[in-house]
């Protein structure tokens, strides 16, 4: 990013004093050039006046703009200007010995890269500030060796890289080694345990390494200042933190911002400590009465809480507290909770410290707040909750629920306890979502032999094609290489096989008997126990239960609730019979898709192999007729089911030799995809076509007997020219004239195409003509009611692509891995399809604004394809009934984003 | 067709006078409002001044615009006017007994259509006229009764329909039973035996059918000439007419002229008499020297020349005549057709009478002209001595050769001498060219089994789908029903088998003897031996011999030399090195399509199955290196062959399953025709694609070091996105680099995309600036010269519509037949393929306006197709040898008629 123009080359926070420039930014905007550290500071300091370290901060658009890897000298000038506004501001004095001004320097992107970038504590001591401090406070001269020696090790390490070496089979570090001899020496085994004057020796052997690696610690605290925050502006461009960036979606040009921060020390006294906050339960997402969600440590820092050297307690420990200032604390933090929430407008997760001051009063300091990290299940409820508190409205609490992540709700889990019980043996990329349990496999042929007896994980470095029948045997995948566009996960995606990828804590070897994986210490070998968690990425020794969540909680259906009111895509189901009332009690708004063909396969086999191979009429006309009863009386189920609202009915569409009686000679086609099927078949066998349209709207016309309201919508597969819709239109209207002349009902319905190939798509005006003409010679109570095109995304990406989905895995898994495609195209909708379909969409509603336009088929389902969908103006879209929840959601996430 | 505004009602031709209002239209809008033969005695009275009858005309544009079949008040009136006009030319008098003007009524559409209209003669007789006429002329008795009775019979035919009865079994004709009571009662045979009193007698038995009929003859010639005029015109929508325009493609708004003239009657004398005369001889395109083509009849009407109840004789036999006038009107024959030629800018088909006047002098008369037919031969010697007489431009010669009928000369034939001495069986609809000569078989089961020992044509009423394997079984076709557009002559086209459908003249039976067909009285069983011409649609007894003609007149190449300086499209060929040759000495400019599958296939499969599936890298090295060494010869012959043209070479496509071992367990594709095949086989395996890209680049440096000028180009098959052009441009330059390094040449090479996805063609933008992007990290030289695209459209349209053209036997008949599809889609671009293909040529176009487009494939040598890619702006097509000659002309004929 380059250096905005009129943009200030620093932002120092003055404690309730609005910044002129920053002021006029928005939250993204602010984020972007503060980084997520530097804006929740900022918002603490300048527009909430709560007490915080003090703080400058060296925006992210600097990081790409280093004069080779060195601030500019207009920027060092900047840094020692705001190191004059710290002083002031603190009091102290930066590189005095009397009252030392120590500073940390800190990144902190737009998005949180935890653990990728570096940090530097205790800038602003050296030999003479410490030895001048020691002799001040001598009781705390432990403290400060301590502190000093950290400074030495991470600048050391940081600035000048000296800190690690190469020492053949591992890689070794030249602080840690020193220290180990100085605990030897002592005698000691703990950190803690060393005395002062241990630390001090530390702090010689420190700087004998720089010496020894040509380098020496620089005195000067302004230097060091400066040079910790070249060191943070580089950091953003090291291999790993690029590497977490390609995998995050994170564009390289954000940069971090370097966040020069006045030190407060938790560690300092019995009194002083850290923790961390929440402004509500990240797990199940409610406030607990009586309690606050969070932990403090006391005498500690920070890096000691995550390096979980010891154990935090609750927040409580402060009210059990005998000091009053700490009781106080306890509730300062609540309310500040409460205030940042409606601040921020979201549960908020935040760090403090408390330290000692030197009247010995405690005091509580906010280093950081960000927007908490949530369960699936706690998303819906703090939604909800915010938005009944006043705090957010309805539409911000919906777009606060993440559609993708609502679904795992209702994905079989491994419940907390059993994990909690567990070994956790080490965590991977999460690729494929769900648990799974069963014996290890290293090989395709493995998972093929062991799957007959029992579920299987197969365990390898990678898969590649070879390996697509032992992958679909076994019940999960574990692979120690490889990301989320990986072989691996791209397939186990696509077949809903749970998957852990890129676990590289897990190793591979053979030894004399037999080969094994090692993970964790242990070696597991072919039929040892392990479970997966494709959500997590995490890997447990043994069997874990699996438990299907019941329903939704009474603030996720809340939000789907809100989300429906918001939304203006229709979310339909593909659903027969079978599927209609749960897709109805999942908000379903009418059926998009209704498959005729399982009336013909199965049991009914026999009859359509009669109707399309036999000789005898008779026999025809008998076979035709069961097969009619029988489907009027689904269709009528679903339409009942269904009432008020458009049940879209495929007339059949199976490839030709699924009919092939067994015993057949007929030659299976060539490519039964682009075969001999849909309105095909049903022009050379219009019976066929007849006999489906009585059944559809006989079902309809007794229903509206009784006084329903069905919709029954025919649909027209594989069309390809405006002929055949003339053509099935017209037999459609006749069919409807014997239904009225049978029940004395003029049935309501619509007639549409399905949109599956090119041609279709290519042709929308014609298309449209077509279906809204009259046909001639019947009466307009004959006619449909209206046309409609559902367009069949899964064939039409086959067509325009080229590409048999059935024949696709021995190339395009490389393709997507590559990148050559930048999502499945089978999963999300290309580009180049969205092109051809963009095309139908201008084409239809330039010929009449109102036809309606659907789509169904995996894509309908998919979130980023729904996102498409809403910007072409489309009608509704349809998908599997498991996937109308995250549909309807991310629907809503549309047209509050962008209102068409 | 509406009544233009401001244009007459009709039109008199004042001999030697322009016309105001016709003077300022071009040929084809005079044939349109005059209709043939209007336009003909139009030029030859008005524009040349030549003796024609006296005429005038009702122009087409009242035939759909008539009052209830009648004439309107204002147009009755004009037609009293015309003949006050004609009187006056002619110095007769209608309706006078004393000097009587009598006239016929003929009709005469925009383009001709044989039989299909009435025409009345002799109009203007009645009883007291032919009464005074006999009276006054009692040598010519029998001549004004005969005369009268034919006007009696075509009034009470033509106008009234009552001729002819349905009579049970057959159609009986009133006035032919009359005309065989005259003669039994005569007891004579022969019409020209029956005398003036016989014939009066007649006409009284014509007067009493129009009584027991309740029609009274119209004895006021104005009644007769407007009844007359009202038939001919409606006589344009009787079902045969309408049927025939139909199945010629006529537009039904043309209707048809009405021509009332001036009756000359070349049976009046034996110095009378009517002939036929072609400027040039029809067969060979020649003028005979010495000779006349055409015939005389004396003391006959045309109608006597068609029935052929008499033979005619050559023109010469005037000269031979003792009658100097006959002699001189030899001369005046061969001089006015000169002239007509010279103002008809044709050779011309011309139809004359002579009448002896009252003086005794045989009088010429002209009585209509037209563009004469000719052979297919005879086409293009017409066409080169027209323009070296300097008649024509080269241009119009150009455009006088039909594209299609040209290839004619190429075909087998049946030699002229054969079917002469053969015997003629009848004739049916020429569906697909050529000769065949085989045994009768009745059914696909008799086709099979007697196929397998000889020779058979399959003679049924009409095939279907079924039949199909008998068809492919035959040598040739013969339906007895059907079109051009039924199932049999689309598949036979299709396969290019001969076929003669729609032959009525065959009837079937079955008697003790088994099943027969019958044709011109004659009973043929299984096993007969019969001959069908494809081209003509003729039936021959026996087996007849066919020639295969050896090469192109002297003529036809100069057509061909000509159309190549005057067409703009490149036309190259889809050739191999086999066909290499032949495609260059036809006039291929370059190769557009030349497949390297067979270099895998064949001999080499052991080797390319060693790549795909074999296991040992040291073989797969070996076997590449035997496969590349094999194609770089070959691509060398190709090159050398067409140097200085681009050949095009398209990399590997294949589908995966053809490379299967013999032993193999793979598992077919579902449809491989979307599988994995072609660049997603080389993406795969790179090793293959750089095995090609080494022999094409080091046979034209080879090439480069013999000092020619070879162009290879590099195409690439079934490209989806411009990633995979990104990734083959690079692996190619690098190739370049390699053999550069080898043979110190850098190569001049093209790299395009073969276009055969709507993925492809609808990223026109991206592919172009794909294939003209810079390959980073080679040098300039290494880089392909310039991209190109060249359209598959046969897969285009398998995709585009989603038909596999393997499978679409199924439906695809039936959909041609019943006109779901004008044409046939794998025949001719289909128009939702131009809509896709016009997409991608405006797109490349706007980034790279020289940007090469081409195509190959079998709709490259299409006709149709080829006037589509002329208009799209095309740069090139390509088709195979056999097709290269008609696609020279038919683009000359496009850059002619439309010029970019």
Redo the contacts between chains.
């Keep these: 990013m380059a250096i905005p123009a009129g943009a200030p080359l620093s932002f120092f926070f003055a404690r309730g004093e609005e910044h002129p420039y920053l002021s006029k930014l928005s939250k993204d905007e602010l984020k972007t050039i503060l980084g997520g550290k530097g804006y929740g500071v900022y918002r603490m300091i300048c527009q909430l006046g709560l007490k915080c370290p003090a703080m400058f901060n060296l925006p992210t658009y600097h990081a790409n703009n280093l004069a080779e890897g060195k601030l500019t000298p207009e920027l060092r000038d900047e840094v020692c200007r705001n190191i004059a506004l710290l002083e002031k501001a603190t009091g102290k004095k930066f590189g005095s010995p009397e009252n030392p001004l120590l500073v940390s320097a800190r990144s902190g992107a737009k998005f949180s890269m935890p653990g990728m970038m570096d940090t530097i504590l205790n800038i602003g001591l050296n030999d003479e500030i410490v030895e001048a401090l020691v002799k001040a406070q001598p009781a705390n001269a432990r403290f400060w060796y301590d502190a000093y020696r950290r400074l030495l090790e991470m600048i050391g390490d940081v600035v000048y890289g000296i800190a690690e070496y190469d020492a053949g089979e591992e890689t070794k570090d030249r602080f840690e080694e020193a220290m180990e001899q100085v605990k030897h020496a002592a005698g000691v085994t703990n950190d803690a345990e060393l005395t002062a004057d241990h630390l001090k020796t530390l702090c010689g052997k420190f700087k004998e390494i720089y010496k020894s690696q040509g380098q020496e610690f620089p005195s000067d605290p302004v230097e060091q200042v400066c040079l910790a925050a070249e060191a943070v502006f580089r950091s953003w461009n090291t291999p790993r933190a690029i590497f977490t960036r390609k995998e995050d979606g994170i564009p390289d040009d954000l940069g971090t911002a370097v966040n020069i921060q006045e030190m407060v020390f938790g560690n300092k006294t019995p009194l002083s400590g850290t923790g961390v906050f929440f402004t509500r339960d990240k797990s199940t997402g409610h406030k607990t009465p009586g309690k606050l969600d969070g932990t403090v440590l006391f005498q500690a820092q920070g890096e000691d809480v995550v390096a979980g050297r010891r154990n935090s307690e609750p927040l409580e420990v402060l009210l059990e507290s005998e000091n009053e200032h700490l009781r106080a604390i306890y509730n300062e933090i609540k309310e500040t909770g409460d205030l940042l929430e409606r601040a921020e407008r979201n549960m908020q997760d935040t760090e403090f410290t408390i330290e000692e001051n030197a009247e010995g009063v405690p005091i509580l300091y906010w280093l950081q707040i960000r927007d908490g990290k949530r369960s699936a299940l706690a998303e819906s409820v703090i939604a909800v909750n915010l938005a009944k508190e006043g705090i957010i409205t309805e539409a911000e609490a919906v777009l606060m629920v993440n559609p993708k992540r609502f679904e795992e709700q209702l994905y079989p889990r491994i419940p907390s306890s059993a994990k909690q019980s567990a070994r956790l043996l080490g965590k991977g990329t999460a690729a494929s979502p769900g648990p799974a349990a069963g014996a290890i496999t290293f090989t395709k042929d493995q998972a093929l032999e062991d799957s007959k007896t029992k579920d299987v994980v197969l365990c390898t470095v990678m898969t590649n094609q070879n390996d697509v029948p032992g992958m679909k045997a076994a019940v999960g995948i574990l692979t120690s290489t490889g990301t989320k566009v990986s072989h691996a996960a791209i397939m186990a995606t696509a077949w809903g096989v749970p998957a852990v990828v890129g676990a590289s804590c897990v190793s591979f070897g053979e030894d004399s008997e037999g080969r094994f994986l090692e993970i964790d210490g242990t070696k597991l070998r072919r039929g040892d126990v392990i479970t997966i968690d494709g959500a997590s990425g995490e890997i447990f020794l043994g069997a874990l239960p699996s438990e299907k969540p019941s329903d939704l909680s009474p603030e996720a259906e809340q939000i789907i609730e809100w989300a429906k009111k918001l939304k203006s895509l229709q979310i339909r189901a593909n659903a027969e019979r079978a599927e209609a009332q749960i897709s109805a009690d999942r908000g379903a708004e009418g059926i998009g898709l209704f498959r005729t063909e399982h009336m013909f396969l199965g049991e009914r086999l026999g009859d359509i192999q009669t109707v399309l191979f036999g000789a005898d009429e008779a026999a025809k006309v008998a076979a035709l007729d069961r097969i009619a009863q029988f489907s009027k009386s689904d269709f009528k189920d679903a339409l009942r089911i269904m009432n008020g609202y458009g049940v879209t009915i495929r007339l059949l569409d199976a490839p030709?030799h699924e009919f092939f009686p067994e015993d057949s000679h007929l030659e299976r086609?060539?490519?039964?995809?682009?075969?001999?099927r849909s309105v095909?078949?049903c022009?050379?066998n219009p019976e066929i076509a007849r006999m489906q349209a009585w059944a559809i709207l006989t079902a309809a016309a007794e229903l509206q007997k009784e006084g329903l309201d069905p919709h029954p919508e025919i649909e027209l597969p594989?069309v390809?020219?405006p002929?055949?819709v003339a053509?099935f239109k017209k037999l459609v209207a006749e069919v409807a004239v014997k239904v009225h002349e049978e029940t004395g009902v003029w049935v309501h319905y619509g007639l549409g195409i399905m949109v599956?190939?090119?041609?279709a798509a290519?042709?929308g005006t014609e298309m449209v003509r077509a279906l809204e003409a009259p046909v001639c010679g019947v009466p307009a109570e004959a006619q449909s009611a209206k046309g409609f095109a559902s367009f069949g995304t899964n064939?039409l990406t086959?067509?325009?692509?080229?590409?048999?989905r059935?024949?696709a895995d021995?190339?395009l898994p490389?393709?997507v891995e590559d990148?050559?495609?930048a999502l499945h195209p089978f999963l999300s909708l290309?580009p180049?399809v969205e092109?051809?379909v963009r095309q139908f969409v201008a084409a239809a509603r330039q010929v009449d604004p109102k036809f309606e336009i659907f789509i169904c088929g995996e894509h309908g389902g998919d979130l980023y394809t729904i996102g498409r969908l809403h910007d072409m103006g489309f009608t509704g879209t349809s998908m599997s009934p498991g996937g109308i929840y995250r549909s309807i959601l991310q629907a809503a996430h549309e047209q509050i984003k962008n209102p068409r």
Tied chains: 1, 2.
């Design positions: 030709l086609e060539e490519n039964p995809m682009l075969g001999f095909r078949m022009y050379l594989l390809i020219i002929e055949e053509y599956e190939t090119p041609a290519l042709q064939d086959q067509t325009t692509l080229a590409i048999s059935d024949d021995r190339f490389r393709y990148g050559m495609f290309h180049v092109r051809i």
